[in-house]
């Protein structure tokens, strides 16, 4: 049985930093790419960022990049978010998710929600102003 766990989620004041991490069971963690993504309620997941299978490829949403850093260790089956200088519309919460690396890739999939197979249950962020 496959399982996502985020954890790390937390009220943050603006201009502050925190880290999320996913830690996953159940999969040969290596053979998937890993995202996150967030949601606030009453919208739609939106994609934050990506990293392949390796951890030599990223992607990030324009809205985060600078601030957010995205990285895995194979070994501990952990995929992490480090997010400096958070802002309030940074406020949601982020789901890891897994895509098996044996897909196919490009043309903005790595945005969408249902490319993915895994999903974790999410970790709430709140940036207060």
């Known amino acids: 049985q496959v399982q996502l766990v985020e954890s790390g989620g937390g009220l943050v004041q603006a201009g502050g930093s925190l880290r999320l991490s996913c830690v996953a069971s159940?999969?040969?963690?290596?053979?998937?790419?890993m995202g996150w993504f967030r949601q606030v309620s009453g919208k739609e997941r939106e994609f934050v960022a990506v990293i392949s299978w390796g951890g030599s490829s990223t992607i990030y949403t324009d809205s985060v990049k600078g601030r957010f850093t995205i990285s895995r260790d194979n070994s501990k089956n952990t995929v992490s978010l480090q997010m400096n200088s958070l802002k309030p519309e940074d406020t949601a919460v982020y789901y890891c998710?897994?895509?098996?690396?044996?897909?196919?890739w490009g043309d903005g999939i790595h945005a969408a929600v249902d490319a993915y197979d895994y999903w974790g249950q999410g970790t709430q962020l709140t940036v207060s102003s």
């Open positions: 998710a897994a895509r098996r690396r044996n897909l196919a």
């Open positions: 159940g999969l040969t963690f290596s053979n998937y790419r």
